[in-house]
């Protein structure tokens, strides 16, 4: 099983930056990806960054330039680097990890969520 803790969020002005970490039990497998998925109130969830096992990245479009994810495996932890934030980033943050090799870990795996809101 793998386990997904999050952490940081929480209130912020427009323009300003925020950080969340996940740590996570995956990074001693060989083949996963983990990122972050949001939700905003009466929207769906939206993929906003992902790295790989093999160190590559992808972002949503309305975030690219912004926002940073980057693995550190020493400390078992993704981070999510947001700056110049905006109201519209406001959502639930989900840490989210897919496990894609064969064996008792692979799966799709959540976290329970962390509050983000941006407003002046």
């Known amino acids: 099983q793998v386990q997904l803790v999050e952490s940081g969020g929480g209130l912020v002005q427009p323009g300003g930056s925020l950080r969340l970490s996940c740590a996570a039990s995956v990074f001693d497998l060989d083949y996963y990806a983990i990122g972050w998925v949001r939700q905003a109130p009466g929207k769906e969830r939206e993929l906003v960054a992902r790295?790989?096992?093999?160190?590559?990245?992808n972002y949503a479009d309305s975030v690219k330039g912004r926002f940073t994810i980057s693995a550190d495996i020493a400390k078992n932890t993704v981070n999510l680097q947001m700056n110049s934030l905006k109201p519209e980033d406001t959502a639930v943050y989900y840490c989210?990890?897919?496990?894609?090799?064969?064996?008792?870990?692979?799966?799709?795996?959540w976290g329970q969520g962390i509050q983000v809101t941006v407003s002046s």
């Open positions: 989210n990890a897919l496990v894609v090799q064969f064996g008792p870990s692979r799966g799709d795996y």
């Open positions: 790295i790989t096992s093999g160190g590559s990245t």
